[in-house]
């Protein structure tokens, strides 16, 4: 409720605001605040560690996008140049043959490549059966 004054001919509203508690109550959440940020330390992620392991013996088979969108099959050190339907009957021979997992086929495609192709061949590869299909990247330097 206002305060009301009375001055000479009538009474009227006093309407200022009283800043004595609102500076008592700045002042203690300014001391706590001091006291307590030293004692918050900034986190710190501990990121798990991971050794460099000898790889397996393994059959990779390199599906190659060109940029015109043709497809290369590179298997160990012939690259020939195939259709979708020769990849996918590629690697299905190559599990079929050689022990559970043993054998990963990896795209590699050019930057200008569309990402509709390499989805392409991913998809027919999955239809297939195909376990293991990964990208081929690049590191940054």
């Known amino acids: 409720m206002p305060g009301v004054v009375q001055r000479g001919r009538g009474r009227r509203t ?5 800043m004595v ?8 959440l300014l001391i706590i605040f001091m006291v307590t940020a030293p004692l918050i330390t900034p986190s710190q992620i501990d990121l798990p ?7 397996k013996d393994q059959q990779v088979l390199q599906v190659i996008i060109g940029k015109t969108g043709a497809l290369e099959l590179k298997d160990k050190d012939k690259t020939v140049s195939v259709g979708i339907d020769d990849i996918v009957a590629r690697a299905k021979q190559a599990q079929e043959g050689a022990a559970e997992g ?6 590699g495609a050019d930057k ?6 390499v989805v392409e061949v991913m998809s027919a590869l999955q239809k297939a059966g195909v376990q ?3 990208l081929l990247v690049q590191q940054a330097k």
């Open 14 to 18: 006093m309407n200022e605001i009283n």
């Open 21 to 28: 508690p609102f500076i008592d109550v700045m002042l203690v």
């Open 49 to 55: 560690s991971v050794a460099r392991t000898k790889p």
């Open 102 to 107: 043993s054998t990963a086929v990896v795209i």
């Open 112 to 117: 200008s490549v569309t990402y509709e192709k």
């Open 132 to 134: 293991r299909v990964g």
